[in-house]
């Protein structure tokens, strides 16, 4: 019986004894792609107005304060802002504010400065 009990508290201990830890695991060294940064540097290079618009299209959908900046600079920029005004409406202003071009720009006046802000705090 002595050694049922030596045997099975040696299984305990062994079984139950958690391993030690080591050091924690450095940074594994891999760049992280920004998609919304390539695609604004890819829009900034194209001078074709309709591949930067479709470049805004394609990037508008992330919420990303860097795109909206883009989009904002394009409506003062542009002679007709149309697409540029639908994105920001769309994907920019809360929905109790879409609905006219005014109310675009309104947003765009009085949040300018808020969302450059959030843009400069990104990469």
């Known amino acids: ?55 805004l299209r394609q990037l508008a959908p992330t919420g990303d304060p860097r795109v909206a900046v883009a989009l904002g600079e394009a409506l003062a920029s542009t002679a007709l802002p149309y697409p540029e005004i639908t994105l920001l409406a769309e994907f920019y202003l809360p929905l109790e504010k879409r609905g006219s071009t005014d109310a675009v720009w309104d947003w765009w006046r009085d949040n300018e400065a808020d969302v450059r802000r959030r843009a400069d705090q990104l990469p």
């Not at 050694?3 to 139950?16: C, E, N, P, Q, Y």
């Not at 900034?44 to 479709?54: F, I």
């Open 1 to 55: 019986m002595g050694r049922a009990v030596a045997m099975t508290l040696l299984i305990v201990v062994a079984v139950g004894m958690p391993g030690h830890a080591g050091p924690p695991e450095g940074p594994s060294g891999r760049m992280v792609r920004d998609e919304v940064a390539e695609g604004l540097l890819r829009y900034r290079k194209t001078n074709d107005s309709e591949k930067r618009r479709a470049l």
